[in-house]
């Protein structure tokens, strides 16, 4: 399965922007797919996360109630819609996939991985 996340830019503190998921490949194989962010000098951290049937989603405590996690079965596509965004917010942002469907937090729980899109929110 090959992943490709776009979707980043340069925004201002309150803008929103949504970013996508897209899988290629093997996509016949459910897999849950998340959502992680790596700041500068930070290490990655996990985001948010979908079941492969979008019926179950999980957030981190800072984006809960800002971002909203979703896919699309029939694009093979997973969004995530971030509103009301901060600084804090800035990072380069990955998603994963999870061909066992556990819905964790964890990266190394996750099989594979899309390049990245940068998300820079200005003050």
């Known amino acids: 399965v090959q992943l490709q996340a776009s979707g980043g830019g340069l925004v201002q503190a309150g803008d929103s922007l949504r970013l996508s998921c897209a899988a290629s490949?093997?996509?016949?194989?459910?897999?849950?797919t998340g959502w992680f962010r790596q700041a500068p000098g930070k290490e990655r951290e996990f985001v948010a996360t979908?079941?492969?049937?979008?019926?179950?989603?999980s957030y981190a405590d800072s984006v809960k109630g800002r971002f909203t996690i979703s896919r699309d079965g029939a694009k093979n596509t997973v969004y995530l819609q971030m509103n009301v965004l901060k600084p804090e917010d800035t990072a380069v942002y990955y998603c994963?996939?999870?061909?066992?469907?556990?819905?964790?937090?964890?990266?190394?729980?996750?099989?594979?991985w899309g390049q990245g899109t940068l998300v820079t929110v200005s003050s």
């Open positions: 490949g093997r996509t016949f194989i459910r897999f849950s």
């Open positions: 979908i079941s492969w049937n979008g019926v179950i989603t």
């Open positions: 994963a996939a999870d061909f066992r469907h556990r819905l964790s937090t964890n990266e190394y729980d996750y099989d594979y």
